[in-house]
């Protein structure tokens, strides 16, 4: 039984509440708020939904959480978050170890990990009927509702 718990269960980085105010606030910190507002208003605008993907992808803001998630997930490592940032975001490097600075100090210093369920889709349970039906139905019943053609 504590097999099937440990199933349900993985460990997940927990993120602090205030992270999306804290990579917006970042952005305008660093220049880049004009940038991700460009941007939200060419995916507004489009139509396409490969090319509004394809703006989403490379907002400034969405490419920091990515890092973000990356770093929270073990795929990237805290001393190379500087030049990740720098190539996704077509930084300076000094700007690139500020921000990523900015980012442990805010964000990387407080995720958690933490079970996270997840969801079971069960089926629900059919009640077998208790008493077995006869094989051949018996004649049919009269009607107290009608009256007997004749």
């Not at 991700?36 to 993907?53: L, T, V």
């Not at 998630?69 to 930084?91: C, T, Y």
């Not at 933490?114 to 969801?119: A, Q, R, S, V």
């Amino acid at each position: 039984m504590e097999q099937e718990n440990s199933q349900d269960k993985t460990m997940e980085p927990i993120f602090p509440e205030e992270t999306g105010l804290i990579i917006r606030k970042i952005l305008e910190k660093y220049g880049l708020a004009e940038s991700q507002k460009e941007g939200i208003e060419k995916f507004i605008a489009s139509e396409n939904p490969r090319e509004k993907r394809e703006i989403f992808e490379n907002l400034p803001g969405k490419k920091i959480a990515k890092a973000v998630r990356d770093f929270a997930e073990g795929k990237v490592a805290l001393e190379s978050l500087p030049a990740l940032l720098e190539k996704n975001l077509n930084i300076s490097e000094k700007v690139a170890n500020q921000i990523a600075k900015d980012l442990e100090k805010t964000i990387l210093l407080f995720i958690k990990r933490g079970p996270i369920e997840k969801e079971k889709k069960e089926r629900p349970e059919i009640p077998q009927p208790e008493e077995k039906l006869p094989e051949k139905p018996g004649p049919p019943k009269r009607d107290v509702y009608r009256e007997d053609v004749e």
